[in-house]
């Protein structure tokens, strides 16, 4: 079982930057993938940004360039720096793991970019 714990969210004007972080409850070294999905209101979840335990990582074409994925294992968390944020990138942001065994995800954080 893994808990995971997103926060970072907020209200911010189109141009702006958050941090996003994903705080899980037990080393995140041993996850096959860990990522962020996003989810806007009539839309279906899809995957923002995800990297695997091998270091290879995948952005969403509409994120690429804005937003960085990372990871702090000391911390075992894993974060999303998001800048130059679009009215279109409003949504609640999951994070999820894949253990390998299980998929977790986590309760999401809501991010609303203003115009």
């Known amino acids: 079982q893994v808990q995971l714990v997103e926060s970072g969210g907020g209200l911010v004007q189109a141009g702006g930057s958050l941090r996003l972080s994903c705080a899980a409850s037990?080393?995140?070294?041993?996850?096959?993938?860990i990522g962020w999905y996003r989810q806007a209101p009539g839309k279906q979840r899809e995957l923002v940004a995800r990297?695997?335990?091998?270091?290879?990582?995948n952005y969403a074409d509409s994120v690429k360039g804005r937003f960085t994925i990372s990871r702090d294992y000391a911390k075992n968390t894993l974060y999303l720096r998001m800048n130059s944020l679009k009215p279109e990138d409003t949504a609640a942001y999951y994070c999820?793991?894949?253990?390998?065994?299980?998929?977790?995800w986590g309760q999401g954080t809501q991010v609303t970019v203003s115009s």
């Open positions: 999820k793991c894949d253990t390998g065994v299980a998929y977790y």
């Open positions: 990297v695997t335990s091998g270091g290879s990582i």
């Open positions: 037990r080393s995140i070294f041993s996850f096959n993938a």
